[in-house]
């Protein structure tokens, strides 16, 4: 539900932050071409990120960007401390906000991708966040507020932005809010699967795997290098443009650029070891694939396909079945499944949940921020369920 951000209050005793305090380091809006350059760097701070978001790391977001966003669209947010790149953020300067013609500053998000936490390394989320909403402040041009999409609540940046909204007295709301399926825990995936589902469900499953085996030789693949994957991405793209999402043009083959996104993508995290890909086949012809990028301390399942003229033995649940393994990842506390809330598969097998939300952030001067107050104001009064605006 969209609620009023809530900030943590202060130790009895403990001053309050310094308003309009310098942060330790500096940021510049730069030309996103310009961090083409910096790739080594660039891949250095995600590995030291506080909080892993594969779709801002180099390997995913230049193809994003070459592919999918208009000429001048999207900047960069360049955060840097004592010379070294310490955080980014991709932005977009908007007349709208959604259906509504409210000039805003966001990140930068699309359809494919599923977080929008900034790129920081640990230990600098505080001043990162100072350093933004200071340069919010100066260079707000027609922008109304600051609006940041994708972000997992709770986590550290998420509480890092808290406190520093607290310190600076900003008004700040979620505006939106969804939980989505998530896998974390302690439990070996067997003892997880009999957790998650009853056993008249892990019995037809068990009896779904043992006709299938009737129609041929099944076979789980499970790779996490580069061996053969031009191919495998050529059998994906085929697999989930043979579906519903084929038919409705939504399919990863049906646009040339998210086409190039997906080869790309894969690409790149697979030359950096961030990338799973398993599968599930009948005499060599796959039935259901699944593409996870690895991120420590997390993973993130990005794309799934299943063969439907197969669908009587539920090929993708089968394939979750043997993702479980995941739990047993020495680098991987949880996996984010990247689903809509309310999703008719996973939210049934992964049993925890990630909140995500949409926050809304005053900026610049007074009149500014009391007309942010009044809008946003009058957004959750018209939106109290936090559903799409």
């Known amino acids: 539900m969209a609620t009023r951000a809530q900030f943590q209050l202060r130790p009895a005793g403990q001053a309050a932050p310094a308003r309009g305090a310098l942060p330790a380091g500096r ?3 730069v030309p996103w071409r310009d961090l083409a350059g910096e790739i080594e760097a660039w891949d250095a701070l995600a590995a ?93 041009g027609l922008a109304l507020f600051l609006h940041l999409r994708g972000i997992p609540l709770g986590g550290p940046m998420h509480a890092a932005l808290e406190g520093v909204l607290a310190g600076e007295w900003r008004q700040a709301e979620i505006v939106h809010r969804e939980s989505r399926a998530m896998l974390s825990s302690d439990l070996a995936p067997d003892a997880y699967l009999e957790a998650s589902l009853s056993g008249k469900k892990r019995k037809e499953l068990r009896r779904q795997a043992n006709r299938l085996a009737e129609e041929g030789s099944v076979e789980i693949t499970r790779h996490t290098d580069d061996a053969d994957l031009r191919h495998w991405i050529d059998s994906f793209l085929a697999l989930e443009e043979s579906g519903w999402k084929g038919k409705a043009g939504s399919a990863l083959a049906s646009n040339l650029a998210t086409t190039a996104l997906f080869r790309e993508a894969l690409t790149g995290a697979a030359e950096r070891g961030r990338l799973e890909r398993l599968s599930l086949s009948l005499n060599g012809w796959p039935l ?13 399942s990005f794309k799934t396909a299943f063969d439907e003229d197969y669908a009587r033995f539920s090929p993708g649940v089968l394939l979750q079945r043997e993702n479980l393994a995941m739990l047993e990842h020495a680098d991987v506390d949880w996996s984010d499944s990247c689903a ?10 992964w049993r925890e949940r990630r909140a995500v939300g949409r926050l809304s952030i005053a900026i610049g001067g007074r009149l500014r921020r009391a007309l942010f107050g009044l809008f946003v104001h009058a957004e959750i009064a018209r939106n109290p369920a936090g559903q799409d605006p």
């Open 48 to 140: 030291r990120a506080s909080e892993p978001n594969p779709f801002f790391e180099s390997w995913y977001l230049l193809p994003s960007l070459t592919h999918l966003a208009r000429e001048g669209e999207v900047a960069i947010l360049r955060y840097e401390e004592d010379g070294r790149l310490a955080g980014l953020l991709p932005i977009v300067r908007s007349a709208r906000y959604y259906r509504w013609p409210v000039p805003n500053i966001a990140n930068w998000l699309h359809a494919n991708c599923f977080c929008g936490v900034p790129l920081v390394a640990q230990g600098s989320e505080v001043p990162f966040w100072q350093a933004l909403l200071r340069w919010a402040d100066r260079a707000p």
């Open 340 to 349: 809509a809330a309310d999703h008719p598969m996973i939210d049934h097998f």
């Open 27 to 29: 940021i510049t809006c």
């Open 288 to 300: 259901a694939m699944l593409a996870t990028f690895v991120t420590p301390p997390g993973a993130y």
